[in-house]
């Protein structure tokens, strides 16, 4: 019998690399979406964890000692984490292992780390004579290492197979929040339908799911875009040709401008996600509030995400890049102000906040995804260049955290 399955399962080999299969250009437009849906998958794995904790917030500060100072203590400790991929990123730079492996440990832990939460999220223990989530923070720390190391590892992986991939797996890590919101709305932290432990056994089958994807792509050996070097000046001439069907033209081999740009959205993103919850506690309502801040923020970042790949080459360009940092730090101003002032600032209006928070995070996934695709473009050493703004994403995250942690102790 099992002879019989094994022969059954092998049958069906044949058929999926003849579904996956990109020997041909009419094979790789007509089977496109197969490779766009796993390396989507893949992205989905990224952040879902602590985008899932960040949704049952409303749940959480009720019962966690430290109310509604819980996101800023999850928020630094997600930057301890930072910490160690920025080192990764580092040692990677000049001594590279093997990303599919390191692939592996990061989607086992992801995995780990969402049944752990559905055990363990509301366990508390004393320290330091002070009643804390210490069971939470631990989690959210393996969850937050997830996330920063996904950033690190995962981009320079996708550049590899072209920047529709780039945006597919940008799709998917900014989609995680978009899912986890849907589930959210479905769950209702407000006045729960289910159970929070139920919603991080969900959290935990997505990450399964991402995990599936990845095995997926290292069975099927997809096209990876073309690099110049070590070819001879003919194969360089059909490659410049081929470079509007292949996206790829080598003019920056130090995209400092780019990681520039990166750390600084990157640093006043992390500052408001660590202290938007204060601008809440002022409404009667605070947790529907927070809620709607929440998915509002999250399904919005999902959208910038997903149309970066359809609008970059008519909404692109540094200059156009400029401007919306500085429409980005405008929102910025206003959400900092309603961290201090709350309710007062909008007129007792939770609206003026939802929609301010709403499209801070649309712009926010649009530039974030525009930054890795164009330093891909731009770049001959792809890995190498996603790299690079992969440390800077880091580095201006571990900046904005610190900030808001410090900040918002005088909130």
Known sequence: KKKKKKKKYAALIPLLKAVVSTQSTGD?????????????????????????????????????????????????????????????GVVQSYKPTNSKVSIVIILILGISCSFLLSGFWDNTSVVANHLHSTS?????????????????VFYPFSSLYGSKLVASLATGMGCNGLVAS????????????????????????LQVTSFISFLLICKFNFP??????????????????????INFVQTDEKPWFLAFCQSFICAIYYFIVGSYPYATKSF??????????????MTSGTIGRLITAFIEKKLGGRR???????????LWIYLVITVFEGSKFSNGSSLP??????????????????IFITVGKENSSIEKATRIIGLANQFGSLIGSSLSFIVTGYV
């Open 320 to 330: 156009i890049l400029i401007i919306l940092c500085l429409v980005l730090t405008l």
């Open 136 to 152: 939470l923070f631990g989690i959210s720390f393996i969850g937050g290492l997830v996330g920063c190391l996904s950033v690190v």
């Open 284 to 297: 009667s309502n605070a947790s529907t509030v927070l809620m709607w801040m929440s998915i509002g923020g």
């Open 353 to 370: 906040i939802i929609i301010s928070y709403t499209l801070f995070n649309f712009l926010y996934g649009y530039l974030d995804t525009f």
């Open 224 to 245: 990876q875009v073309p690099r110049l070097t070590n070819v001879t000046m003919d194969d360089q001439t059909t490659l410049l040709k081929e470079e509007t069907e």
């Open 28 to 88: 790789q437009k007509h089977n496109a979406w197969v490779s766009f849906a796993l390396f989507f998958s893949l992205g989905m794995a990224g952040w879902l964890n602590i985008n899932a904790i960040f949704l049952m917030l409303p749940v959480i500060v009720q019962k966690a000692p430290e109310q509604y100072g819980v996101a800023s203590y999850i928020v630094i400790l997600l930057q301890i984490s930072n910490i160690i991929a920025l080192i990764y």
């Open 182 to 205: 849907v589930l959210a709305l479905i769950q209702n932290p407000s006045d729960p339908r289910f159970s929070i432990e139920w919603y991080f056994r969900v959290i935990g089958f």
